[in-house]
């Protein structure tokens, strides 16, 4: 996921008026009109605080709606060559760049892609700065400010021994030579208390570095467009820091990007009995959302009954762990009927597989106060056959 995934209640919001039969089975469907609430709220962040938002094509790169998103965001971030191509031609404004390791064979591309390139050691920053500096790109690096405000060990970036940027105990002139700006990413579907912990942790040992960047990137798993989200909290945190060591700021929301703005929609396709009720669905765990199997979490089902009928659902795959949650109906399943899980536009739709050549769902756009629907792409066997040739 992004670095950790609590469990979501979800939002049906617009889709509780949505019929799931209008579309194929299984299938993303997103709200555009969802998209653009949350884009609004991001973009007035930006404006009032006088940050940089860019939004993280790790978490939700539906390029259908690029053309709505550098409406209101000034720009995308990417972890490596491929999200960068698709930033820089789909999306357009600044592109920033990071990845835990770059390639030799890959730097010149993403510096001709890139704004800014964000480094994960001054190791690979001191290989590579002065490529960099002769391209006129901004040289970051990503810092482990050594403060955990992770819930899960596994995916907290700022664990013991993890992999993800420098640590802040590290840091010192040489590290940061040549370096325009630091990047920190330690939060994942998080308040703004969390990020206020952390610069209170952290911002004594930058202080004697602060004077000489150019900018700061508090990454992103920011839950800004969460409804009880202290957004005034973080305007004025942003302000300040702008004001007191002069320097740009940057942040890189994902999931606040796509937020309760999709659902996935599925299939019961039978509904066998062994010590419970079971239903198998054309939603794979394993193959359409992987972070159910690795967060692991249970996502939402849209009008999931208190009582009533409970079935434990799984995947068509021949995964014995291929299993979604145990989930309650008011009424008997019947085969065909569909169902929707909620909140699935981010990260999930970039995660898919074809394992065991379980097809692809489908994409779908659909526009809330209009009621237009469009199939965005649908996928075949050849989808499945050319990554394997």
Known sequence: MSEMMPTQAGDAGAFRSFDLNRVPSPCFVVD??????????????????????????????????????????????????????????????????????????????????????????????????????????????????????????????????????????????????????????????????????????????LAPFLNGLKWLNFGGGHHITRSDYDRDGLVEFIKRIRAKYGVEVYLEPGEAVALDAGILVGEILDLPHNGMDLAITDISATCHMPDVIEAPYRPALMDEAETGHTYRLGGPSCLAGDVIGDYTWAEPLRIGQRFAFLDQAHYSM?????????PLPTIALWNSETDDLKIIRQFGYDDFKARLS
């Open 32 to 205: 555009e009109k969802a998209v653009e609430k949350n884009l609004r709220i991001l973009a007035d962040i930006g404006e009032r605080s006088g940050a940089h938002i860019l939004s993280a094509l790790k978490a939700f790169s539906m390029f259908a709606l690029a053309p709505l998103v550098r409406q209101y965001l000034g720009g995308t971030c990417a972890s490596g060559i491929y999200e960068a191509r698709l930033g820089r031609e789909e999306y357009g404004g600044e592109v920033a760049t990071f990845c835990a390791g770059y390639k030799d064979a890959d730097i010149d591309e993403i510096l001709a892609l890139s704004d800014h390139i964000i480094f994960n050691s001054p190791a690979q920053k001191d290989r590579f700065l002065a490529k960099t500096q002769a391209a006129g790109r901004q040289v970051g690096l990503r810092i482990n400010p050594e403060h955990s405000e992770g819930e899960v060990a596994k995916y907290d970036p700022c664990a013991p021994c993890s992999r993800l940027g420098t640590p802040v105990s590290q840091l010192d002139a040489k590290a940061l030579e040549g370096v325009d700006g630091l990047h920190m990413h330690t939060l994942c579907e998080q308040g703004f208390e969390p990020l206020a912990r952390t610069w209170a942790a952290v911002e004594p040992k």
């Open 350 to 358: 970039v995660k898919t597989n074809t394992f065991n050549g379980v």
